[in-house]
């Protein structure tokens, strides 16, 4: 049984830093693509960084320059550092993995979400 276990959410004002993990665990045998997406309520999810296997990496727009993704692939671990963050940050985050596990194909993992809320 392969988990994605998130953390590192929480509360920070204007500005602030969080930084976010995303744990891959189980019967893994190969890691591809990681990232994280965010989703409002009463919106669809949107990508806001991925990074592969060997560290290529991209951030959207409206968080570049701010947040910065990256990976430990001997931990099959994602980080996503979130600089001078901003109120319209606050949504909940969602690690996403493509990865093969033992008698699996390729597959999407999603973790369970952490909130990030920023306000003063």
């Known amino acids: 049984q392969v988990q994605l276990v998130e953390s590192g959410g929480g509360l920070v004002q204007p500005g602030g830093s969080l930084r976010l993990s995303c744990a891959a665990s189980?019967?893994?045998?190969?890691?591809?693509?990681m990232g994280w997406y965010r989703q409002a309520p009463g919106k669809q999810r949107e990508l806001v960084a991925t990074?592969?296997?060997?560290?290529?990496?991209s951030v959207v727009d409206s968080v570049k320059g701010r947040f910065t993704i990256s990976r430990d692939n001997a931990k099959n671990t994602v980080y996503l550092q979130m600089n001078r963050l901003k109120p319209e940050d606050t949504t909940v985050y969602y690690c996403?993995?493509?990865?093969?596990?033992?008698?699996?194909?390729?597959?999407?993992?999603w973790g369970q979400g952490t909130q990030v809320t920023v306000s003063s």
């Open positions: 189980g019967s893994i045998l190969s890691v591809y693509h």
């Open positions: 996403h993995a493509v990865l093969k596990a033992l008698n699996r194909p390729p597959t999407n993992y």
């Open positions: 990074i592969s296997a060997g560290g290529s990496n």
